[in-house]
């Protein structure tokens, strides 16, 4: 037929295959993927299905999701809130949620890079209240 292409392992000299996420600077360079805001949280739900990741990967997997769901679930509460002050024709209130869901999505913005600058500096990623929840994750 033809040969298999396999972007996820290559042999060395001696025929033995190798996983290239073995490599320490792609493990840390997936750390980073996974703190990417928005499009992280999918390679770190990847991960977290995974069962053959190691600590360090599970563990900003986690911290990844969990910031991200907690965005997502506030920019919606927000947003709806926005549509349903329009509604009732209260538009103070519409404007003052559209500023409350641009301040959040800026600190989830601001804390992705943050915990990045942590993971280059390679220091631990304690989040006051996320700790707690993180065991609740695979």
Do not use: C, H
């Amino acid at each position: 037929m033809g040969i298999p292409l396999t972007f996820y392992a290559s042999t060395n000299a001696m025929g033995e295959s190798r996983d290239i996420f073995e490599d320490r600077t792609l493990k840390r360079l997936l750390l980073f993927i996974y703190l990417v805001p928005v499009f992280g949280v999918v390679p770190a739900i990847w991960t977290l299905n995974r069962r053959d990741s190691d600590s360090k990967q599970r563990e900003v997997s986690r911290i990844a999701v969990i910031v991200g769901m907690a965005w997502l679930l506030g920019a919606l509460l927000l947003t709806s809130g926005v549509a349903i002050s329009n509604a009732e024709n209260a538009q103070g209130m519409g404007i003052s949620l559209l500023l409350f869901n641009s301040l959040l999505t800026s600190g989830y913005f601001l804390s992705n890079f943050w915990l990045m600058v942590r993971v280059w500096r390679r220091q631990s990623l304690d989040l006051p209240g996320i700790k707690s929840v993180t065991k609740y994750l695979p």
